[in-house]
């Protein structure tokens, strides 16, 4: 049964700071791997997939990597604001077409 | 374009009453997921269905959870009778068809589901 980790479970960091979110899998079959973004009382948004065959993917200030043979995957974020406050999802897609999701990451930017 | 819509947003009940939650997805998607989110954990599926067929529900309590989707558009997800642990976040999520690969799901706002 594939399962996923996400460390650390919460993050504080000052405004304008570089940070790395990471995530961890236990089964390395997947098609894919997610990352989410969740508002408090909201519904999750994709920030970035990343298939199988990649290594990693860019949208504006963030950077995914994928490392399917040792089951890791990294979530940057550059020049962090206060408005990237929410909590950071990783999930692995291994086929079933449904999510497995970790617990997520509570990140705090303080401005 | 309209997003995955979910109704109602917030509900407060009493044990042992029934409770429905309602879900329309993204015009033109096929695939369509209800996920349960207890606080500070990630979205676990419930179930998961190919138009109207539901093809993976085996996370699914049924001695007293139900979902249907008729038409293959809508669905609703009941629970009766509610217990005190089903106080969690109900969330629908809709996806195309696609490679598997680039599958990308799109969720709906959630419904928050107190059980008193």
């Known amino acids: 049964k594939q399962e996923v980790t996400q460390i650390p479970a919460a993050l504080s960091v000052p405004e304008g700071e570089n940070l790395v979110l990471n995530c961890s899998f236990t089964d390395s079959a997947i098609y894919n791997l997610q990352w989410f973004r969740q508002d408090p009382g909201k519904g999750l948004t994709s920030l970035l997939l990343?298939?199988?065959?990649?290594r990693e993917q860019t949208s504006g200030r963030l950077n995914a990597s994928l490392d399917k043979s040792s089951g890791r995957s990294t979530l940057y974020i550059a020049a962090s604001q206060p408005g990237d406050s929410a909590t950071y999802l990783c999930?692995?897609?291994?086929?079933?077409?449904?999510?497995?999701f970790g617990s997520g990451t509570r990140l705090q930017v303080q401005p | 374009e309209a997003g995955v819509v979910q109704s109602p947003r917030y509900k407060i009940i009493e044990k042992k009453q029934p409770v429905a939650f309602w879900c329309n997805p993204i015009?033109?998607?096929?695939?369509l997921y209800w996920y349960l989110q207890n606080l500070g954990q990630g979205p676990e599926l419930l179930i998961r269905y190919e138009n109207e067929e539901a093809v993976d529900d085996s996370q699914l309590p049924k001695d007293r959870f139900s979902a249907e989707r008729l038409k293959g558009v809508d669905s609703t997800l009941k629970i009766q009778p509610a217990e005190l642990g089903d106080s969690a976040v109900y969330l629908c999520a809709s996806s195309q068809p696609g490679t598997g690969e680039t599958d990308t799901q799109y969720f709906g706002p959630g419904t928050r589901l107190t059980v008193l």
């Open positions: 015009s033109g998607h096929n695939t």
């Open positions: 990343i298939q199988s065959s990649q």
């Open positions: 999930a692995v897609n291994t086929g079933r077409r449904a999510l497995t």
